[in-house]
T-cell receptor, first 112, second 113 residues
Framework: DTGVSQDPRHKITKRGQNVTFRCDPI?????LYWYRQTLGQGPEFLTY????????KSRLLSDRFSAERPKGSFSTLEIQRTEQGDSAMYLC??????????FGPGTRLTVT | KQEVTQIPAALSVPEGENLVLNCSFT??????LQWFRQDPGKGLTSLLL?????REQTSGRLNASLDKSSGRSTLYIAASQPGDSATYLC????????????FGGGTRVLVKP
């Protein structure tokens, strides 16, 4: 296993379209996190899972955002009716409970 | 609410000079603090993790100190090289349940040859 992977790496979409991103964590990690990073800022927490359970959601995660981790392995993050303000880097991380988080390469979203 | 600040936002130094990057946080009830490196358009690479009970952590040319009571951490990079040019982020993990990290805004470093 070479680490956390994310797909796609880049996504350009028109305002109003739906997009879905995928994250594959390190295989034995039971925790998975999503963060969002806008240009020039540090990442901000969105949500995290322990196995398949979504345990915490940030207020940043509006009703247009939904995340799943159906079998406790990979996770998807969907954004419905995208807005220009959604343009950002979406980062995924995974960890064993209580241990260091390892980050993926991110998905860069551009909403035109 | 935890707030993490990194000053300066940008730093430019000649090659060979030592780098000193600062991170401050408002709530001292942290579980650990982590320093990351981020290259343009890329994800985060973990550099050092300091547990709340530790005062410092070292890896090669990197040394990070932690003063939990004053809410400060410093990352030292000795004998900087052009390859050290990147953005450096610090993040704290709270003692409370859950694992989310709170990040600073980062310090963008340029090492000139």
């Amino acid at each position: 296993d070479t680490g956390v992977s994310q797909d796609p790496r880049h996504k350009i979409t028109k305002r109003g379209q739906n997009v879905t991103f995928r994250c594959d964590p390190i295989s034995e990690h039971n925790r998975l996190y999503w963060y969002r990073q806008t240009l020039g800022q540090g990442p901000e927490f969105l949500t995290y899972f322990q196995n398949e359970a979504q345990l915490e959601k940030s207020r940043l995660l509006s009703d247009r955002f939904s995340a799943e981790r159906p079998k406790g392995s990979f996770s998807t993050l969907e954004i419905q009716r995208t807005e220009q303000g959604d343009s950002a880097m979406y980062l995924c991380a995974s960890s064993l409970q209580g241990h260091e988080q390892y980050f993926g390469p991110g998905t860069r979203l551009t909403v035109t | 609410k935890q707030e993490v600040t990194q000053i300066p936002a940008a730093l430019s130094v000649p090659e060979g000079e030592n780098l000193v990057l600062n991170c401050s946080f408002t709530d001292s009830a942290i579980y650990n603090l982590q320093w990351f490196r981020q290259d343009p358009g890329k994800g985060l690479t973990s550099l050092l993790l300091i547990q709340s009970s530790q005062r410092e952590q070292t890896s090669g040319r990197l040394n990070a100190s932690l003063d939990k009571s004053s809410g400060r951490s410093t990352l030292y990079i000795a004998a900087s090289q052009p390859g050290d040019s990147a953005t450096y982020l610090c993040a704290v993990r709270p003692q409370a349940a859950g694992n989310k990290l709170t990040f600073g805004g980062g310090t963008r470093v340029l090492v000139k040859p």
